[in-house]
């Protein structure tokens, strides 16, 4: 067949890398200057490095799989991180389940309480049973009030704002079910996955189209071709066009009308600095600011679970964000939105200076956190669209989880085997 694949992140690219070894005739139009999707990469002193911070687990078959596949496998190191909190002023150690229990904000008995409910989230094998059930009312039920209060109240809210009592705990579940205290990353960076699906793709005839975004996509015979034109007026027909765009985008491409099924995925935007220093800014590869005040929700120090050298010396830190798309945290210049975040920086290390920053790097994406709340499983389309040669497999159908390389990766598989083979 002549397939159509609309999206170059790791859903698209894999699906293609499947589809070019069936033997079809296989197109992916990019709307953006690069591949990977939500895991696209700029590069920090010659090093490619993802715009958005990502890991793996070591439950993560799906992209360990295809690593392996691809024969990077050495590449892949999985790496014993540190975890810390920044709760009431002060930064807490939360890598171990020893640090857990000790934690200082709660007493002897709503540690356990929190360390008994989350073990509860591991050994729970169906989280989907949680979906019509609230976060917030779950934790506060198992984990206790004070838990709930001084741990998962702030980490919803800095997630999903004033959204945050409305969230299903079959999204938290899959938070905490799948984690592992090890985590993946490959040197040199995921980059590396998403050019050498690029090249098999290439290699057995496929095509990869750069700056063809998507503008409408019909099918006008059932029977007949679907018709995709792009905002530069490019057209193609296609046999079956797969769709790995975020579901808004592909409503509005469709022309849905306003309350159809399509149209109604919540999305939150995600803003994220790369912040290249010259010293150390926080001591834990990955700190939760457990403050709600604070205008940012967590800050990873990428180098302190890979070496500085990698980046030429400099300590790569993350600061990001999930905010609605009218937020000024969206849609503030970065440069005067860096100097509005450095004294809550300075909250977490008191000698933080801007002088420290030697260069920066600003990435915002539209759609990267889905909205999951207790109605949100029913509103989830089927991969089957109303226009037979359609298929839809996009973030808002990964459930109970949200988003994931991994997770992504297996979409795609599990696609290409049900609707194109």
């Known amino acids: ?4 694949i609309i999206g170059a992140g790791a859903t698209g690219l894999t699906a293609a890398y499947d589809l070019v070894k069936d033997g079809h005739d296989v197109t992916v139009l ?3 200057d690069e591949i990977g999707g939500l895991a696209g990469s700029l590069e920090v002193q010659g090093t490619p490095l993802e715009r958005y911070y990502h890991h793996i687990f070591e439950t993560d078959r799906a992209i360990i799989d295809l690593i392996e596949e691809l024969g990077l496998g050495p590449k892949l190191q999985f790496h014993s991180t540190t975890t810390g909190i920044y709760y009431d002023g002060e930064l807490h150690d939360f890598s171990t389940p020893v640090e857990m229990l000790k934690f200082p904000p709660l007493g002897l008995l709503d540690r356990v309480r929190f360390g008994g409910s989350s073990a509860m989230l591991k050994v729970i094998r169906n989280g989907e049973r949680l979906n019509d059930r609230r976060a917030l009312d779950w934790v506060r039920r198992w984990a206790g009030p004070r838990a709930a209060e001084v741990i998962w109240e702030p980490l919803l809210t800095g997630k999903f704002g004033s959204r945050a009592s409305e969230i299903s705990m079959a999204w938290l579940w899959a938070r905490i079910h799948y984690r592992t205290f090890k985590l993946g ?5 995921f980059h590396q996955v998403y050019d050498g699906l690029l090249r098999a793709v290439e290699e057995r005839g496929g095509k990869v189209e750069m700056g063809k975004r998507l503008a409408h996509i019909a099918q006008p015979d059932p029977a007949g071709p679907v018709e995709v034109r792009t905002e530069d007026g490019a057209r193609y027909e296609y046999d079956k066009v797969l769709v790995t765009v975020p579901q808004p985008v592909f409503a509005q491409a469709a022309g849905a009308a306003p309350g159809d099924a399509l149209q109604r995925a919540e999305y939150l935007g995600a803003t994220c600095f790369v912040l290249e220093c010259d010293r150390s800014v926080i001591p834990y590869y990955w700190l939760n600011v457990n403050d709600s005040t604070f205008p940012f929700l967590a800050v990873v120090e990428h180098t302190n679970m890979v070496p500085t050298s990698d980046y030429g010396g400099r300590h790569v830190v993350y600061v990001g ?23 809550w920086l300075r909250r977490l290390n008191p000698d933080f200076d801007l002088s420290w920053v030697k260069d920066w790097h ?17 509103s989830i389309p089927p991969h089957e669209t109303s226009m037979p040669g359609v298929v839809l497999a996009t973030m808002s159908q990964i459930y109970p989880q949200d988003r994931g390389q991994s997770y992504a990766v297996a979409m795609a598989r599990r696609v290409v085997e049900q609707y194109f083979r």
């Not at 600003?362 to 029913?378: E, N």
């Open 185 to 189: 990353y490959m040197d040199g960076g």
């Open 30 to 32: 990019e709307g953006a």
């Open 362 to 378: 600003f990435s915002r994406a539209a759609f990267a956190q889905p909205v999951v709340t207790p109605d949100y499983k029913p």
């Open 1 to 4: 067949m002549k397939i159509g």
């Open 321 to 343: 964000n999930y905010v609605p798309r009218d937020d000024w945290r969206y849609t503030t210049d970065p440069a005067e939105l860096l100097k509005q975040y450095e004294p």
